[in-house]
């Protein structure tokens, strides 16, 4: 089975702190994702990483970086926590294969909160 | 235009029924089609995926994809309450690209 574990599931910062989100897949995928999710909004892709140490910016990547040392890891960072970056943080990766990529796995994900 | 456009419901079937569920998109090119199933809470969990045209079946689950109307559906035959959820539509884009487009996703309450 796919495993893709993420650091927390809930998590309440406050505004301009720091903010570390891991997501790490025992899968040997070579893509990985970040997505959050907003009510009414669907899933908005900022970040995706197709190998270590590379990242594509996603729709919306503002206020975010993101960090992939190794292949399993992949970190998101807010560098100053915002209120509007309270939502839920999906983490997923994909294996790639003869140019087709297959399916997306999600993590749990983690609910921030940002008071 | 959405670039993945779902009825975003709900959808209400009695349980035992047929749901069907549907998903349009816009861009001719895209080649792989996915759907998945969110509980209230919780991540988007993968049900199928189908890459050509026809109908792939995985248990009580039918994916239908027709390319030319950029059409992809979901059946769920003898729907049950533990199917009530919000499922989302996924297309990925031609060979070489790596985004994934999500729909809003449709709720489906299947009523006992």
């Known amino acids: 089975d796919v495993k893709v574990t993420q650091s927390s599931r809930y998590l309440v910062k406050r505004t301009g702190e720091k903010v570390f989100l891991e997501c790490v897949q025992d899968?040997?995928?070579?893509?990985m994702f970040w997505y959050r999710q907003d009510p009414g909004l669907g899933l908005r892709l900022i970040y995706f990483?197709?190998?270590?140490?590379?990242?594509e910016k996603g729709d919306i990547p503002e206020g975010y970086s993101v960090s992939r040392e190794k292949k399993e890891r992949f970190s998101l960072i807010l560098e100053s926590a915002s209120t509007n970056q309270t939502s839920m943080y999906l983490c997923?990766?994909?294996?790639?294969?003869?140019?087709?990529?297959?399916?997306?796995?999600f993590g749990p994900g983690t609910r921030l909160t940002v008071t | 235009q959405k670039e993945v456009e779902q009825n975003s419901g709900p959808l209400s079937v009695p349980e035992g029924a047929i749901a069907s569920l549907n998903c349009t998109y816009s861009?001719?090119?895209?080649?792989?089609f996915f759907w998945y199933r969110q509980y209230s809470g919780k991540s988007p969990e993968l049900i199928m995926s189908?890459?050509?045209?026809g109908d792939k079946e995985d248990g009580r689950f039918t994916a239908q994809l027709n390319k030319a109307s950029q059409y992809v559906s979901l059946l769920i035959r003898d729907s049950q309450p533990s199917d009530s959820a919000t499922y989302l539509c996924?297309?990925?884009?031609?060979?070489?690209?790596?985004?994934?487009?999500f729909g809003t996703g449709t709720r489906l309450k299947v009523l006992a």
């Open positions: 997923a990766s994909s294996p790639i294969g003869q140019g087709i990529t297959y399916e997306q796995y």
């Open positions: 899968m040997d995928h070579e893509n």
């Open positions: 990483s197709y190998d270590v140490k590379m990242k």
């Open positions: 861009d001719r090119g895209s080649q792989s």
């Open positions: 189908i890459y050509s045209n």
């Open positions: 996924a297309v990925r884009g031609p060979a070489g690209t790596y985004k994934y487009i």
